[in-house]
């Protein structure tokens, strides 16, 4: 499998993370976790099935996967494939697309639903071009075609999302509305317009995802636990099962295959 990182140019790295490719030739399954940040997803070789918690797989086509407070799962049944996405931070749709961050929390949306003729174009272009970096290149053109709607007004609460997302650090939600000189309800009605989620719960889904991929030889769940914020064991067992569907014993285990802190990869034969 090859597996592959680019970096955004600097005038999309305030909304752009980093584009991520993977291509291979054996079947898997991504078991995915709970995840504050959207993305921007292509398939380009293969055929992929989509499905969220407990429901059922569908076909998974180009499109936004919406930040998400559940867990959810990608299934590769054949033996040729390639993927790309941008993982984008969460007030990259209000602000690129004048998109309410809501309309896409726990949701897919494809290329023309979400962008109309526009959409579709760049899912043709995708299609047709030779290498990830031709990719990356329509994919960074698409986005700084929207940079003009920018809101310069919601730069301070856009900062404090960027930080969270990138590097969890325990605070709380009162702080965070005072450092932006404004009042607990306005903080929290603003930070969910441009995040998808609550303040608090947002800081929840960043605590759990800090935890993710961290040595764990050594140490204890209960360990784990405090050393992240959790008042006990019972909390962070919860907490990991209710954003992974997985059992934390299960998730810090050698033989636990991990795909970066975006849940654990389960390859077939």
Known sequence: MNYGVIQPPEQLA????????????????????????PELIFCYKGYFRYGIRHNEDRAMSAGVFGQTETFSRVTLSNNDFGILGAYLYPHAFPQ?????????????????TLCGKDG????EKIMLAANNGQRV???????KL?????????????????AVSKLYTETSVLSLAENNFLSLRQFERRFKELSGFRPKLFLQIARFNSLLNKPFQEKSLTELAYQHGYYDPAHFTHDFRRFSNRNPKEYFNEQTITAMNRGTVEFGK
């Open 96 to 112: 690129l697309f004048r998109l309410p961050a809501a309309e896409i929390t726990n949701q897919a949306l494809d290329m023309k």
């Open 137 to 143: 290149k329509l994919i960074c053109d698409f986005l």
């Open 146 to 162: 929207r940079l003009k709607n920018i809101r310069s007004e919601y730069s301070g609460i856009c900062s404090v999302i960027k």
């Open 14 to 37: 305030d909304y752009v993370r980093f584009f991520w490719f993977v291509e291979g030739n054996q079947p898997y399954i991504h078991h995915a976790f709970a995840y504050p940040c």
């Open 120 to 123: 579709e174009m760049l899912e």
